[in-house]
């Protein structure tokens, strides 16, 4: 997927856990080999190739397609599922498979806190001592080094924090109308949820909408918060993103 995973895993009996993070790290790896639109044998390419039907790629494809579609419904067609005209699901896969490796190692018996960091998009399951929450530090787009904010897990078993913007990889947030990269107000767009695979799904959603729409549509979305960034170094935020901060 073209970028580093990280795990921090707290409490459990040391061999389950590397069982199940071998497990994790196995379930990584097939998920690029599965859906990478590099690999010309992926099955994706293979699907956008029309060398395969949905029904003959591994099972995965079928379940991620069908949370893409569900993305892409909520979001009134701004999360795309094609580029190009091919299907491309490259843009939930990501948080979808960082969130499915944390459920993987947080089922081991023992494990009371679980944090899975895919690219700087994050899933947080449990805590990592008794009465203290995972922080997770937003970086700042305007200022390298920075932070823009600090996100906490207080108050709740699994919390997802995922940013898209410019900063780290420029202009590759596609407009699903024109095709093209999105021309926006905006710099980064950073989502707070439950679960990453929705989380990093509106990220993108609403960076390509810009800060005054992508706001509103986020603001009505339930159990989301978020924290949008514009050129001009102006913060817009959803109502009730203070209660997260910390």
Known sequence: ??????????????????EALAEAVAGLHRADAVFSTYREDSDVSRLARGELSVERCAPEVAEVLELAAEAERVSEGWFSTRYQGSPDPTGIVKGWAAERAARTVGKVEGVHGVSVNGGGDVQLLGAPEPRRAWRVGVADPLRP???????????????????????????????????????????????????????????????????????????????????????????????GLAARLG
């Open 1 to 18: 997927m073209g970028t580093v995973f990280s795990f921090d895993v707290r409490g459990g009996e040391p061999a389950a856990v590397r």
């Open 145 to 239: 080094g920075g932070l823009a904010a600090v996100i906490s897990a207080a108050g709740t078993e699994e919390l997802a924090v995922a940013t898209s913007g410019t900063a780290e990889r420029g202009a590759h947030i596609m407009d699903p109308r024109t095709g093209r990269p999105a021309v926006t107000d905006l710099v980064a767009v950073t989502v707070v949820g439950p679960r990453l695979t929705w989380a990093d799904c509106w990220a993108t959603a609403a960076f390509a909408m810009g800060s005054r729409a992508g706001l509103a549509w986020l603001e009505s979305l339930p159990d989301v918060e978020a924290l949008l960034i514009t050129a001009g170094d102006e913060v817009r935020c959803t109502d």
